[in-house]
């Protein structure tokens, strides 16, 4: 394969959330093809110091702070470097449609997300979809627009990944079935009488995987599969009941389709976020690279077994609200991340995250005609005031 890129130029890249899990690893992607990928903006929230180490290492053209509080500690820190300096959503907005850009990675947390990826769908941007809220709270708006203004949106979740390379070359009407596997989350085996007992601590700690702490606790819980399923609902454009979940703890088999005429391909590799990260920004090619190689020899077994929607609620709402449609969808991403937020200040057990949700969706789910952003906007505050009330009244 030829090193130099399809038409020779390198790919402008701006990494919305830089900062955080994926960022940090799409940088450590961007660093083994200097000549190929070049970064011309990074966003982060809060991290001053995170943005502005990596701002000296890998010379963009403009950095954006979320927190505008934390501008001048920026502008100052980077003074002399000729980067320029934004700040707030209009800052991430801005960082992302830049003319020197060509590929957006998205990858800010929850529903923050939305409205930059939003700005890079309009600008036509190729997006490499982390930010998988995005299309949970606003699948149908982000795909409509996506194909009205010609952006290409490539996933980086891991399961939506391999599906979209076991699709490659296949037509649409051969799928039958799209199985997204899950590792279980650190509570697989746990009894579920001890739930109540769950630590912050317990629930950090994944098996597999290690990302940020919102997207762990949704893997503790299994909102994050649910996430996944209504994020491969609009990926791939199938409805919920041909989208399965199955839970597979060694992580190697990243997920499965399966045909209409009996066969099935799936995609494995080691859990590391590298590879679909690499790929996202790589697609079609395939770039050589030194991210780990699963051991053939010695990997013994891989495990499946159904998931246990009785123990992990939260996968069974995420699947009545992708059913419901609507707003139902925003309400659960919405109730999800204020009740995540309580959980991880130790403010609410770990069972009060589905008990939550339930009742945010109960009282708020709604059926609109049509899903603008300003709507899914006020669903979201919506839900967060019951989720932050219903606390406060301590009813759940
Ligand atoms: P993280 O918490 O490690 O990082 C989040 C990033 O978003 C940080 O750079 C932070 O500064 C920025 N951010 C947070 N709130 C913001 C706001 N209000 N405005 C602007 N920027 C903000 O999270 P992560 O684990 O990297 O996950 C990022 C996204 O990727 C999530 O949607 C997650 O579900 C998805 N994802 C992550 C992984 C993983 O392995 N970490 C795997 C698959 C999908
Ligand atoms: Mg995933």
Redesign the pocket.
């Known amino acids: 394969m030829s090193f130099s890129d399809r038409n020779g130029k390198a790919q402008g890249l701006c990494l919305?959330?830089?900062?955080?899990?994926?960022?940090t690893?799409a940088l450590a992607v961007a660093a083994l093809f200097p000549d190929r990928l070049r970064v011309r903006a990074l966003?982060?929230?809060?991290?001053v110091e995170r943005l502005v180490q990596q701002a000296r290492r890998f010379r963009p053209a403009c950095v954006a702070i979320?927190?505008v509080e934390k501008y001048a500690t920026l502008r100052e820190a980077l003074a002399g470097t000729g980067i320029a300096v934004l700040a707030g959503?209009e800052g991430?907005c801005e960082a992302a449609t830049r003319s020197d850009v060509d590929t957006v990675l998205a990858?800010?947390?929850?529903f923050?997300?939305l409205a930059?990826t939003l700005a890079a769908v309009r600008a036509g941007k190729k997006i490499a979809l982390?930010?998988?809220?995005t299309l949970v709270v606003a699948g149908a708006l982000v795909t409509e627009l996506a194909e009205r203004h010609g952006a290409v949106l490539l996933p980086?979740?891991?399961e939506h990944s391999a599906i979209f390379q076991c699709l490659l070359g296949e037509p649409k009407e051969a799928v039958e079935t799209l199985v997204l596997t899950a590792s279980g989350g650190p509570f697989r085996t746990r009894p579920k009488e001890t739930f109540d007992a769950i630590t912050r601590a317990e629930a950090l700690c994944h098996p597999n995987?290690?990302?940020?702490?919102?997207?762990?606790i949704?893997s503790a819980t299994m909102m994050?599969k649910g996430?996944e399923v209504i994020e491969a609902r609009w990926i791939f454009g199938l409805d919920g009941a041909r989208i399965r979940v199955l839970v597979h703890p060694q992580s190697i088999v990243h997920s499965i389709v399966v045909f209409r005429d009996g066969s099935a391909k799936a995609q494995l590799g080691v859990p590391d976020?590298k590879v679909p990260i690499q790929y996202a920004l790589t697609y079609p090619d395939r770039w050589p690279a030194p991210h780990p190689r699963v051991d053939w020899a010695t990997l013994g077994r891989l495990d499946f077994e159904e998931p246990d929607l009785d123990k992990f609620p939260c996968l069974r709402l995420a699947f009545e609200a992708l059913e419901h449609g609507g707003t139902a969808p925003a309400v659960l991403n919405a109730a999800n991340e204020q009740a995540v937020a309580l959980f991880l200040e130790e403010r609410i057990r770990f069972t009060d995250i589905p008990r939550l949700i339930e009742r945010a969706l109960e009282a708020l789910a709604a059926r609109p005609d049509r899903l603008s952003f300003e709507l899914l906007a006020d669903a979201d505050a919506r839900a967060r005031r019951r989720v932050q009330e219903l606390h406060r009244l301590a009813v759940h």
């Open positions: 919305l959330g830089s900062t955080g899990s994926i960022g690893q966003t982060a929230y809060a991290n979320g927190d959503a991430l990858a800010v947390v929850g923050a997300g930059p982390a930010n998988k809220e980086v979740d891991s995987w290690s990302m940020g702490h919102k997207i762990t949704d994050n996430l976020m």
